[in-house]
C-alpha cells in the first residue's frame, strides 16, 4: 500500500510537470508572437511619421519657392505667383496646405501701402483688419493662392496682431528658418461651415534695403512712394514679408494619411509632448498598445500616437497554441486529481473509521460517567430531601417531584421538546433540581438553539452535581451564577465562595474533559476555571448567536 501511494504521487507530479511545461512553452510562443507583431506595427508607425515629415518638409519646399519668385521680382508678385503656383499645382502635388500666402510688412498707423496691394493683386478696395493693433508694425495678408471664396476672406487680415501668429513670425523673423505657429482659428474659418483647428508656416523675405519703417512719415519720402514698406526688429535683419502657408488640421492628416485611416484603429496627433500639448488631429480609438513617433513641423516637434488594434492578428496563433496548452495541463490537472481523489477517499475512510471508534469510546465512556453522575445526583437528592422532610410522606411527595423534573430535563435534552431554549431557565432549572433557590441568577434575555441548549444543560449538569458532592450545592457554601453580554459574545459565570477548603484542579477527570469538549465543539467557545482562597471560579465563553433575534 505505501509503494502504491508513492507511485501514484511520483506520477502526478510527473504529469502536472508535463503540463507545467507546456503552459510555458505555449506563453514563450505567444509571447514571441507578440513581440514580433508589436515590432512590425511600430515600423509602420515609424513609415507613417516618416510620410508625414516628408510631406511636410514638401510644403515647405513649396514656400521656399514662392519665397525666391518674390524676391526675384517683388512688383510682379501677384501674376508670377499665380503662374507659379498654377505650374506646380499643389494641391495634388502637396495636398493638405490650404494655399500660398504673402504677408507684407506696413505701418499700422498708414496701411496705404498693403492696401495699395491689395487693389493691385484683386483689382478692388480690401480693407486692412482689425482695425487697431498694439504693435506699430503690421503684416498683411496682400496675396493667397489658389483663390477660392473661403480664402478671401483672409485678405486683409493682419496677421502681427494676433500673438500665437506674431510669436511664430519672429521666430522665423530671427532664425531666417522656417517657423510653426501653435494652434489657432484661421482667418478663412469664418467663411467655412464646418470650422477645424490649423496653424501656419512662416518664412521671412528679408528686405534689399534697410529703410526702417517705423521711422518714416506717414506715406513715406516721395522717392520711396512705390518702395515696400521694410519692418526691423533691435538686432535682426530688416524684413520686408512672410511668405506662408495655413494648414486645415483634419484636411492635412486626411491627405496625407489616405487609405491608411482605413487599417489604422486610431491616431492621435498633438502639437507638442504629453497628453497637456493641444490636440490637433484624432481618429478612431487608442489602445493600450499605441506606438509614439515624432513629427518635424518647421521648427516645432509634434507626436502622433498610432495603434493597429490587431488583436487576432497579434494573438491569433499564439492564443491558440496557449489555449490548447492548457487545455494538456488541465488533463495532466484532472488526472492528478483523480489519482489524489483516490488517495483522499482511502484516506478519509481510514480517518472515518478511526473517528467512529473514537465516538464509539466517548459514547460509552459518557454513558457510564452519565450513569455515575444521575445515580450520585440521585443519591444527593434524596439526601436533600431527607433533610428538608419532616416525614415519610413528605419526603415520598417531594422526592418524587424532582425526580420526574430531572426526568423530563433529561427527555428534554435528548429529543429536542422545543426550539428555542432561554439561558435563564435552564440556569434556573438546574439549581432548582438541586433544592437551590435563584435568589442569585443574574443575566440578560439570552436564547440559545437547540445543540447549545443541550451543550450548556449537560455542562450545568456537571457543575451542579460537583458542586452537591464537594461544594456549596452540599451546604458549605455560597454561589453565585450571572452571565452577560461582552463584545459580541455570552461570558457565564459560576462563583463558589466561602468553601471549608480549597478545590484541587490539577488535573482533568473525564467529567471535566466532556465539558471542555461540549464547550469547545457544541458552543465554539472556550473557558476556564481557577481555585481562588476557599473558593472556585469557572467561565464560560461563547459567540452570541441569538436565534429569536
Do not use: C
Request: zero cysteines.
Amino acid at each position: 500500500m505505501l509503494g502504491s501511494a508513492w507511485a501514484d504521487r511520483l506520477m502526478a507530479l510527473s504529469v502536472r510537470v508535463i503540463g507545467f511545461v507546456i503552459v510555458l512553452a505555449a506563453l514563450a510562443g505567444a509571447a514571441g508572437s507578440f513581440f514580433y507583431n508589436q515590432s512590425q506595427e511600430a515600423d509602420q508607425a515609424a513609415r507613417i511619421a516618416l510620410q508625414m515629415n516628408t510631406r511636410l518638409r514638401d510644403h515647405v519646399g513649396v514656400l521656399e519657392g514662392v519665397r525666391a519668385m518674390y524676391q526675384s521680382d517683388t512688383a510682379a508678385s501677384g501674376p508670377g505667383i499665380r503662374a507659379y503656383l498654377t505650374a506646380l499645382r499643389p494641391q495634388e502635388n502637396a495636398p493638405g496646405m490650404e494655399g500660398v500666402g504673402i504677408a507684407a510688412a506696413m505701418r499700422r498707423d498708414d496701411p496705404a501701402t498693403a492696401e495699395a496691394q491689395l487693389r493691385a493683386n484683386y483689382g478692388r478696395d480690401i480693407k486692412i483688419w482689425p482695425a487697431t493693433s498694439s504693435q506699430k508694425v503690421g503684416f498683411a495678408v496682400v496675396l493667397v493662392e489658389p483663390y477660392t471664396p473661403r480664402r478671401n476672406v483672409a485678405l486683409g487680415f493682419d496677421m502681427y496682431s494676433e500673438k500665437t501668429r506674431r510669436e511664430a513670425m519672429r521666430r522665423a523673423w530671427q532664425t531666417g528658418r522656417p517657423a510653426a505657429s501653435g494652434i489657432v482659428h484661421l482667418a478663412q474659418e469664418r467663411a467655412a461651415s464646418v470650422k477645424q483647428p490649423g496653424f501656419l508656416i512662416y518664412i521671412p523675405v528679408y528686405a534689399r534695403r534697410a529703410i526702417e519703417a517705423p521711422m518714416l512719415p506717414p506715406g513715406g519720402p516721395p522717392s520711396e512712394a512705390d518702395a515696400p514698406v521694410i519692418a526691423t526688429l533691435p538686432g535682426q535683419r530688416p524684413v520686408e514679408a512672410f511668405i506662408y502657408a495655413p494648414f486645415r488640421t483634419d484636411d492635412m492628416m486626411r491627405a496625407i494619411l489616405g487609405e491608411q485611416l482605413n487599417s489604422i484603429d486610431g491616431v492621435e496627433v498633438r502639437a507638442g509632448e504629453g497628453p497637456s500639448a493641444p490636440l490637433v488631429f484624432r481618429h478612431g480609438t487608442l489602445g493600450w498598445d499605441a506606438h509614439e513617433q515624432k513629427l518635424r513641423v518647421a521648427d516645432r516637434e509634434w507626436t502622433i500616437r498610432i495603434s493597429y488594434g490587431r488583436f487576432l492578428d497579434r494573438l491569433g496563433r499564439p492564443l491558440g497554441i496557449f489555449l490548447f496548452g492548457v487545455a494538456l495541463a488541465l488533463l495532466a490537472m484532472q488526472i492528478h486529481r483523480l489519482q489524489h481523489r483516490r488517495l483522499d477517499v482511502a484516506q478519509a475512510l481510514a480517518d472515518e473509521q478511526k473517528r467512529h471508534a473514537e465516538d464509539r469510546e466517548l459514547m460509552i465512556g459518557e454513558m457510564a460517567h452519565r450513569m455515575k453522575n444521575a445515580f450520585a445526583r440521585i443519591g444527593a437528592l434524596a439526601r436533600i430531601t431527607i433533610r428538608e422532610s419532616a416525614d415519610l410522606q413528605e419526603f415520598e411527595a417531594k422526592f418524587d417531584g424532582r425526580m420526574r423534573a430531572l426526568s423530563d430535563a433529561k427527555q428534554m435534552l435528548v429529543t429536542g421538546a422545543v426550539d428555542i431554549f432561554d439561558l435563564g431557565k435552564i440556569v434556573r432549572r438546574e439549581l432548582d433540581l438541586a433544592g437551590r433557590g435563584s435568589d442569585d441568577i443574574t443575566g440578560p434575555d439570552v436564547r440559545l438553539d437547540d445543540e447549545a441548549a443541550q451543550a450548556l444543560s449537560l455542562a450545568l449538569h456537571e457543575f451542579v452535581t460537583n458542586s452537591i458532592k464537594y461544594g456549596a450545592l452540599a451546604g458549605k457554601g455560597e454561589l453565585a451564577v450571572g452571565w452577560r453580554r461582552v463584545e459580541g459574545d455570552i461570558e457565564l459565570s459560576w462563583i463558589e465562595s466561602n468553601l471549608p477548603e480549597t478545590p484541587r484542579i490539577d488535573g482533568e477527570s473525564f467529567g471535566t474533559q466532556f465539558i471542555r469538549t461540549l464547550i469547545e465543539r457544541q458552543l465554539k467557545g472556550s473557558w476556564s476555571r481557577a481555585a481562588t482562597d476557599h473558593g472556585l471560579a469557572i467561565t464560560i465563553r461563547w459567540p452570541d448567536r441569538d436565534v429569536g433575534a
